[in-house]
């Protein structure tokens, strides 16, 4: 193992300073300024490896080492931090204490290290320890049958990817292995069968630990890293169709709910498999688009996630059968909900559509089901994101206390929605990275591809940097 030992120790050293500190610190406070200040460093490590991968000293690793920064992981880096300062800054005192923040900083971590691999065992360790401390945040307040639940999927989830790295271990075995890390990968991500576990865990467990666990969508790493350089097209094929069927469904499930909570699980649940539809690679266009949507999802379902639970925080529990009020009390929360909400349906001005246009332009030339269930998922989701809006925000307010948002909320929601909308303004910075990583996809599956006993892909152009940015 190798790189910048000073880059390590900031990206790595932040996280395990607020382990410690929430272990042995009896301030809450104090540890909570502690974790918002060890974020924030870690945030800037990781954003400096995709500004100046040069400087990490892992951009030119060869495989033997195991850490290595490719362009796929480069532009994944930044989003475990991200997800972890946010949730530090915006989580309620009562909602969050000294044991949530070490498991918010021990989640982060996981996730940046399986990032920064491609060794089995080591992503097989990331898997593990961050299915643990989900299990373990969500473990708090939720009822025994929930964590039952949430434990068999998980437990199945890990046995499976174990027994498909064994099998891949042995050459006459691989296809078989890699089948098994497919349905692991499944069962992680929710994709249609193995889709009840998510809203369960937004139902009746925590948001917190349950967006942190599912946004930065390691899973999808595992099969870019694991599955796509190996595996035949009939089962990249299958698992297309699957996390596409999947994506429609779940949409269309979170327009009938009654749970403001499950409602954004269903939500999740669509946005998640939306991108695994992607990695099909059969158009380049239609990758980047899934490298986009990515990034621009995890951020978009996290300050989602965040405005409903600053909502309960407030209200108690929501349903969608009424019309709740509160414009007018919070009118910021209330814009960045609807923001947020259709960014992840492609409205224009957003991240979203920037998305939206590569999915649908590379797809209809490649692979036209595609596309058209991409516009339906996305007009799907916009529908389910203005009847929660309605409902949430709508009406003459009900007997709750109207407070209104605390200074870090308003700067955490505010500095989402900037985000979210300059790129969607200016997408450059962010789709020429995502393209650097799509071609890299295509080169690993043309690899694939060209393997002996393999069936020759229909050969693909990547996609050129200046396609998406002039539209």
Wanted: charge should be positive; charged fraction near 10%; include cysteine.
């Amino acid at each position: 193992m190798s790189g910048n030992p000073a880059w390590l120790v900031a990206l790595f050293g932040p996280a395990l300073l607020a382990i410690v500190s929430a272990a042995l610190d009896r301030d809450a406070r104090r540890v909570r300024a502690m974790a918002v200040g060890c974020a924030l460093v870690c945030s800037a490590a990781a954003m400096t490896a995709t500004l100046l991968p040069a400087l990490t000293g892992l951009a030119e690793q060869a495989g033997a080492s195991a850490l290595r920064l490719d362009a796929l992981s480069q532009i994944l880096l930044p989003l475990p931090p991200l997800l972890w300062l946010i949730t530090v800054a915006v989580t309620p005192q009562a909602q969050l204490d000294r044991a949530g923040l070490g498991r918010t900083a021990a989640a982060a971590g996981a996730c940046m290290l399986g990032f920064l691999t491609e060794w089995p065992a080591l992503l097989a360790a990331c898997w593990l320890l961050s299915s643990a401390v989900f299990l373990w945040g969500c473990s708090r307040g939720a009822n025994p049958r929930t964590i039952r639940v949430l434990a068999v999927y998980h437990a199945l989830g890990a046995l499976l990817f174990g027994a498909g790295l064994v099998l891949c271990a042995i050459g006459e075995l691989a296809a078989a292995g890699r089948w098994l890390i497919v349905a692991a990968v499944l069962l992680r991500k929710g994709i249609v069968p193995f889709h009840a576990w998510i809203p369960e865990a937004f139902d009746a467990a925590r948001i917190g630990p349950t967006v942190l666990f599912s946004a930065p969508q390691l899973g999808t790493y595992v099969a870019a890293t694991l599955v796509l350089p190996h595996a035949s097209a009939e089962l990249l094929r299958v698992v297309a169709l699957l996390a596409l069927g999947t994506s429609v469904y779940g949409a269309a499930l979170a327009l009938v709910q009654v749970e403001a909570r499950r409602a954004l699980g269903y939500l999740f649940v669509s946005q998640s498999a939306l991108v695994l539809a992607g990695l099909d690679c059969t158009s380049g266009e239609a990758v980047t688009g899934a490298v986009v949507l990515w990034l621009a999802s995890a951020l978009a379902f996290t300050g989602l996630a965040r405005t409903v639970l600053c909502l309960e925080a407030r209200r108690g529990r929501l349903r969608l059968t009424e019309h709740h009020g509160g414009f007018d009390q919070m009118p910021l929360l209330a814009a960045s909900f609807l923001l947020f909400g259709l960014a992840s349906s492609g409205f224009p001005g957003t991240l979203g559509f920037v998305v939206q246009e590569l999915l649908v332009h590379g797809a209809v030339q490649s692979f036209p089901a595609m596309g058209f269930l991409t516009i339906a998922a996305a007009s799907l989701t916009a529908l389910a994101v203005l009847r929660m809006y309605f409902s949430l925000f709508c009406g003459r307010p009900g007997g709750w206390v109207a407070l209104s948002l605390r200074r870090r909320e308003s700067v955490v929601f505010a500095g989402i929605a900037l985000v979210l909308v300059l790129a969607g303004m200016v997408p450059g910075p962010v789709v020429r990275p995502c393209v650097r990583a799509s071609e890299l996809l295509l080169v690993r599956a043309g690899a694939r591809a060209h393997a002996p006993g393999q069936p020759a892909l229909p050969a693909v152009a990547p996609p050129r940097a200046e396609e998406p940015l002039a539209r």
